[in-house]
T-cell receptor, first 115, second 111 residues
Framework: GAGVSQSPRYKVAKRGQDVALRCDPI?????LFWYQQALGQGPEFLTY????????KSGLPSDRFFAERPEGSVSTLKIQRTQQEDSAVYLC?????????????FGEGSRLTVL | AQSVTQLGSHVSVSEGALVLLRCNYS??????LFWYVQYPNQGLQLLLK??????LVKGINGFEAEFKKSETSFHLTKPSAHMSDAAEYFC?????????FGSGTKLNVKP
């Protein structure tokens, strides 16, 4: 399809496992964002890419979280040694332009449950 | 610093009644403001955005919002609620590519 695609949609991990979440943005979109949405909360910013450059990673909660976008298209959010507090929906969004006037197009999210 | 406060985590209206969802923002610079809607198990979808043009912004599905600088508000309204409007609504403010979202308001529409 033409929208933002995320996989897997659902992931159950045992505490201590590593997980990788994939985001396929809309083709040609310059900006890519990752957000974390805990149950009953609004999305919280994690990190931002402009093409392949990670310009802002101030929202990553710990050094267990790592994101990359090596070719300026697909992005992967990796969480090492998962903890129960990492359970959340991870949303990816892309935007055609850089700058804060661009509309964000969101994927359906990857729901991570850490047991 | 930028932040958004949404008053009321749950709002319930009757079908055909006025919808009013409240959003107040804090921003050290002229803000860009957005309303997004989220249906169950779906991503967020843009309803409307304010980017310093007209203060009354019209969006999709009959929604509109008015930017009031003196009140630091950007409330979302719709004259007549429809059952299909039941969803969660998020207000957001941006600063240099970082979007700050409110905690959301779940709208319930009663028949």
């Amino acid at each position: 399809g033409a929208g933002v695609s995320q996989s897997p949609r659902y992931k159950v991990a045992k505490r201590g496992q590593d997980v990788a979440l994939r985001c396929d943005p809309i083709s040609g979109h310059v900006s890519l964002f990752w957000y974390q949405q805990a149950l009953g909360q609004g999305p919280e910013f994690l990190t931002y890419f402009q093409n392949e450059a990670q310009l802002d990673k101030s929202g990553l909660p710990s050094d267990r979280f790592f994101a990359e976008r090596p070719e300026g298209s697909v992005s992967t959010l990796k969480i090492q040694r998962t903890q129960q507090e990492d359970s959340a929906v991870y949303l990816c969004a892309s935007s055609l332009v850089s700058g804060n006037t661009g509309e964000l197009f969101f994927g359906e999210g990857s729901r991570l449950t850490v047991l | 610093a930028q932040s958004v406060t949404q008053l009321g985590s749950h709002v319930s209206v009757s079908e055909g009644a006025l919808v009013l969802l409240r959003c107040n923002y804090s921003s050290s610079v002229p803000p860009y403001l957005f309303w997004y809607v989220q249906y169950p198990n779906q991503g967020l979808q843009l309803l409307l955005k304010y980017t310093s043009a007209a203060t009354l912004v019209k969006g999709i599905n009959g929604f509109e919002a008015e930017f009031k600088k003196s009140e630091t508000s950007f409330h979302l309204t719709k004259p007549s609620a429809h059952m299909s409007d039941a969803a969660e609504y998020f207000c957001a403010v941006t600063n240099f590519n970082k979007f700050y979202f409110g905690s959301g308001t779940k709208l319930n529409v009663k028949p």
